[in-house]
């Protein structure tokens, strides 16, 4: 009878995460609206149920730059937990209407400290957002920008997660997604362009993502002549022809002087 009573009373994580109770509560933003301001007390944490949103900084000089994207299942705001009296280093938005379980950051700490379940359940979410951010600095310091935005894509399709992706990712300008992989607006339009032209994305609107856009990332050499330059780039065949001439002659007087 005791091991009955003891079962019953288990923790039971998922069912925490989707209700409201003492020291939390359901939230609904619609799209653009914050979660969270930067610089504001860092007081709760929110744990999304549905919807995606972003992480975003702002410079001193008023320059926007987005950190990572957010699906359901991802908690927001985690340093809320760090010490009392901080604020937040960034800003959370929702890209899509959310619904999202707010929770006190009191009623965190007690949680995490009495249901291991619970805790083990964070900690696992920790240390996938500390790989996710490594993954994020190796992207934009060895991969070409063209890489970096397919990636992008591909995670905002949710592709690699448990279930069927998002084939039509949340609403987003290409001014964003520059922001996002650090490039202008032109190049994230020329490689937009290719990658429809190639049959990994359709948009009308809204981007659908397809699963032969992983071809970017996984094969290296195909794609490597647009990390150097884009067509736009090159020369006229004219001019080229020209420069060649040039050049030719100019190897013939250097003979001529030997």
């Known amino acids: 009878m005791a091991i009955v009573e003891s079962e019953s009373r288990a923790f039971d994580a998922a069912a925490f995460l989707a209700s409201a109770g003492l020291g939390r509560r359901i939230v609904r933003l619609k ?29 001193a000089n008023g320059k926007e730059a987005t950190i990572t994207l957010l ?3 991802d908690f927001i705001g985690e340093e809320a937990i760090a010490a009392v009296g901080g604020l937040r280093l960034a800003a959370a938005r929702a890209m899509t209407a959310c619904t ?26 920790l240390l996938a957002r500390s790989m996710r951010t490594q993954a994020d600095l190796v992207d934009q310091l060895f991969n070409s920008s063209e890489k970096r935005l397919a990636r992008i894509l591909l995670l905002m ?26 490039t202008t607006r032109s190049r994230v339009s020329f490689f937009m362009n290719r990658f429809r032209k190639l049959g990994f994305i359709e948009y009308n609107g809204r981007i659908q993502v397809h699963k032969s856009l992983l071809n970017v990332i996984l094969h290296d050499g195909f794609f490597e002549q647009n990390a150097v330059s884009a067509p736009l780039l090159t020369p006229p065949d004219g001019r080229a022809k020209r420069s060649r001439g040039k050049t030719a002659r100019v190897g013939k007087i250097a003979q001529t002087a030997d």
């Open 100 to 125: 999202a379980l707010k929770i006190e950051r009191e009623e965190m700490i007690r949680v995490m400290h009495e249901e291991h379940t619970f805790s083990d359940l964070f900690v696992k979410f």
């Open 71 to 73: 699906s359901a299942g």
């Open 31 to 59: 799209p653009g609206q914050e979660f969270f301001a930067q610089g504001s007390p860092a007081d709760s944490i929110f744990f999304l149920q549905i919807g995606s949103a972003k992480l975003s900084v702002v410079s």
């Open 157 to 182: 399709a949710e592709f690699g997660k448990p279930g069927e992706p998002q084939v039509l990712i949340p609403p987003i300008t290409q001014e964003a997604l520059a922001e996002m992989i650090g």
